[in-house]
C-alpha cells in the first residue's frame, strides 16, 4: 500500500497559528480605526449642536422683530430651547443684562459622551467655544475638532 493510502484523507482548514494571526490583524485594525471613528461621531454630535444653536438664534431674532425684546426673564428667552441627546440648551440675557440682549448655551451631556463641551452665540452673532473637550479655552468661533483654532 502507499503511504498516502495510508494516511485518509487529508485535513484542510486553517491551523492554529493562521487564525491567531488573523484575530491579531484584526485586533490592530480596530485599535486604530475606532479612536478615529469615535472622534467622528464625536464631530457630527458636535455639528448638530452648532446647527441648533444658529436656529435658535435666527427664531429668537424673529421674536425680536415681533416683540421687540429678546425674552421676559433673566434666565428664560422668548423662544422654546432645543432638545437633543448629545447636548442641552439654555438662553438668558446676554451682556446689557436685559431683554434687549441674549446668550444661548449649548453644553454636552455626559450621558453621550459630549461632557466637556460648551459652545455660545449671543444676539451680535459672536459664537464662542468656551470649553473643548474637557479643556476651559477662549475661541471666538465653533471649535468643530481637535487642534482647529479661530
Do not use: H
Not at 427664531?59 to 428667552?77: I, K
Amino acid at each position: 500500500m502507499s503511504p498516502a493510502a495510508l494516511s485518509g484523507p487529508r485535513a484542510r482548514g486553517f491551523t492554529l497559528i493562521e487564525l491567531l494571526v488573523a484575530v491579531a490583524v484584526v485586533g490592530i485594525l480596530a485599535a486604530v480605526a475606532y479612536p478615529s471613528y469615535a472622534a467622528y461621531v464625536r464631530r457630527g454630535k458636535i455639528v448638530e449642536a452648532l446647527a441648533e444653536l444658529a436656529t435658535v438664534r435666527v427664531r429668537l431674532e424673529q421674536y425680536y422683530q415681533d416683540n421687540r425684546n429678546y425674552g421676559s426673564t433673566a434666565s428664560a428667552c422668548g423662544v422654546a430651547m432645543p432638545t437633543q441627546p448629545s447636548f442641552s440648551f439654555a438662553c438668558s440675557w446676554g451682556a446689557g443684562a436685559t431683554s434687549q440682549s441674549f446668550v444661548v448655551t449649548a453644553t454636552g451631556q455626559a450621558g453621550a459622551s459630549m461632557n466637556g463641551f460648551v459652545y455660545t452665540v449671543d444676539d451680535s452673532n459672536a459664537q464662542r467655544t468656551t470649553q473643548f473637550d474637557g479643556t476651559a479655552v477662549t475661541a471666538t468661533c465653533w471649535l468643530k475638532k481637535q487642534g482647529e483654532s479661530c
